[in-house]
């Protein structure tokens, strides 16, 4: 039982440059969420999804592209980085039952420099 | 912002003694979580108090949760070097989906 796993670790883009963060939950969970770190800021939540196939918007989801193809698997997509998406990049996974909220299971993060 | 507000934003205590960190919101809550975050690490999940609560404990951990002052806080008893970390509360909205995170309390404990 790996819980949530991140794909990559690190990674630095010139700006223009796309990629794709992969995060894979093996809980089956329902709920994914993708946040950003930032130095004195706390997690800000960029994109949520609440189970395959449907994706929602956060608080900072500019620049940012999501898919929930499959119910394990939450992609996050940046079509042309820019300097202001340095960042840490966490994943979170969770179940939902009864319309209460239950505890986030985190990944370990992906660190994106933007030159 | 609907994020939680951590005091105090930094905090260094011996080891033995008790460290308490306060988290105050402005909307009303479903439930208020904490987590724990070491340095360079993913956060990891250390307790949840719904709405109806007003304390509940975990091990060394206990939390209180006033939802007539919007505040909550952590005690963590008899603290130990391990403990050195970052805590978050995060609270869940009424009828949201997701949760909104505090800016953290950085926690040193010293040897």
């Known amino acids: 039982n790996a819980g949530v796993t991140q794909t990559p670790k690190f990674r630095v883009l010139k700006t223009g440059q796309s990629m794709t963060l992969l995060c894979a939950q093996d809980?089956?969970?329902?709920?994914m969420y993708w946040y950003r770190q930032d130095p004195g800021m706390g997690l800000r939540l960029i994109h949520y999804s609440v189970g395959e196939g449907t994706t929602a918007k956060g608080e900072v989801p500019d620049g940012y592209n999501v898919s929930r193809l499959k119910k394990q698997n939450f992609l996050l997509g940046l079509e042309s980085a820019a300097p202001s998406q340095t960042s840490v990049y966490f994943c979170a996974s969770s179940s939902h039952q009864r319309g209460s909220y239950n505890e986030q299971f985190f990944g370990p993060g992906t660190r994106l420099t933007v030159l | 912002s609907q994020q939680g507000e951590e005091d105090p934003q930094a905090l260094s205590i011996q080891e033995g003694e008790n460290a308490t960190m306060n988290c105050s919101y402005k909307t009303s809550i479903n439930n208020l979580q904490w987590y724990r975050q070491n340095s360079g690490r993913g956060l990891v999940h250390l307790i949840l108090i719904r709405s109806n609560e007003r304390e509940k404990h975990s091990g060394r951990l206990r939390v209180t949760l006033d939802t007539s002052k919007k505040s909550s806080s952590l005690l963590i008893t008899a603290s130990r070097a391990a403990d050195t970390a970052s805590y978050f509360c995060a609270t869940g909205p009424t009828g949201a989906n997701n949760l909104f995170f505090g800016t953290g309390t950085r926690l040193t404990v010293i040897p």
């Open positions: 809980m089956n969970h329902e709920y």
